[in-house]
């Protein structure tokens, strides 16, 4: 009997411990209950951002290093450089027209010659008439490291060019020569006035005998040859529509006066009482700047040298109008910057550039008005 009721009141326990509990699962019935509710959670908020700004870049544009002229890719290429006879006796030029820079200078005593500066030479079919190297021209080839062409020289240039490291062809004797691409360099027009002034130097063909020697014909593009352009270089100023340099070393002396052309924006060329024109095109020959470079000259030997590492002074011009600058050169290797007389970089007008390259004592005038031609 104890023993009945001993079970009875374990079944008993045992079955109030299970009402505690639902059914199917282990967790209290006030757990669950909480767990059913419906929960009630706020709306996410949207997040809050500043609108993205995409920076804009400026198109890049690439400029030809000698003269301006916009590009479509960086000038890589390499600068050449053609000396050209500047006497009486050997006008009209040929090919001048072309050239990006043009610089008149004596050379030796009393004998002005020029020195015409490309960017590209190839598509120039004539140049001329071209002449021997002289020491100044060897220098200023070394500071653009241009490819000089000439027409010979005497053993003290050629050696000086040589010593400069510079590539330079006389074409003269290469179009002597029996192989066709030293022939395509240059010729001698056999029909011109006078017979030491007809040698007359091939650009493209120059290019293509460069290349068959191996010479590097791509350069550097990030390389400075020291010209800064703008649209319209035309300073503040005095008007200047007629200007006249006369370089001078000693005793010898040389008038170049360059006419403003309106109908051109450009200063034409005048020397030895004519308009310059080109030989076989009979296009006149003008440029955008004119540039007067004031520099110690001096000798060595019979030849005259110029000391550009030092700077100088000069004057500007374009559309008409004319100011003082200054100008420096830092080494042998590098080339002519140019600045207004408070130091800030001189910025040309886009296109063709003549130079004078003369004594500190070398007049220069100018007037407001062009001469009339008599």
């Avoid at 929960?39 to 890049?60: F, K, R």
């Amino acid at each position: 009997m104890k023993k009945m009721i001993a079970l009875t009141l374990v079944l008993a326990l045992l079955l109030a411990g299970c009402g505690s509990k639902q059914a199917g699962t282990d967790t209290p019935a006030k757990e669950t209950e909480a767990a059913a509710a419906p929960v009630t959670t706020e709306a996410p908020t949207e997040a809050t951002t500043e609108p993205t700004t995409v920076p804009t870049t400026e198109p890049v544009v690439y400029f030809d290093p000698l003269n301006g002229e916009i590009l479509d890719a960086p000038f890589d290429g390499r600068i050449y450089a053609s000396t050209i006879s500047n006497i009486r006796d050997a006008l009209p030029h040929v090919g001048v027209t072309k050239a990006d820079v043009l610089m008149e200078m004596f050379v030796n005593g009393s004998i002005v010659r020029d020195l015409a500066l490309f960017s590209d030479i190839g598509d120039v079919d004539a140049l001329g008439s071209t002449r021997s190297t002289r020491m100044m021209f060897n220098n200023i080839a070394q500071h653009y490291d241009a490819i000089l062409t000439h027409g010979g020289g005497s053993e003290q240039c050629i050696q000086d060019a040589n010593n400069r490291g510079l590539i330079h062809y006389n074409v003269d004797s290469l179009m002597r020569q029996g192989d066709p691409l030293m022939q395509g360099t240059a010729y001698r027009d056999k029909e011109y006035k006078y017979g030491e002034h007809n040698l007359f130097t091939i650009g493209s063909g120059v290019k293509a005998y460069a290349e068959s020697q191996g010479v590097q014909l791509t350069g550097n593009p990030e390389r400075d040859y020291g010209f800064r352009f703008t649209e319209d270089g035309t300073p503040d100023g005095e008007d200047a529509k007629e200007i006249t340099v006369i370089l001078t070393y000693n005793k010898a002396m040389k008038d170049t006066t360059m006419r403003y052309d309106d109908s051109l924006q450009k200063y034409v060329y005048n020397q030895y009482d004519m308009e310059m024109h080109d030989q076989i095109t009979d296009e006149v020959e003008a440029f955008r700047n004119v540039v007067v470079m004031y520099t110690d000259i001096s000798y060595d030997g019979i030849y005259h040298i110029a000391n550009f590492n030092a700077g100088g002074t000069g004057y500007f011009a374009c559309g008409g109008k004319i100011i003082p600058i200054t100008w420096s050169c830092e080494s042998d290797d590098a080339p002519f910057r140019y600045f207004h007389e408070d130091g800030t970089p001189l910025e040309f007008g886009q296109g063709n550039t003549y130079i004078a390259i003369c004594t500190p004592d070398s007049a220069v005038t100018w007037n407001a008005e062009v001469t009339p031609a008599e």
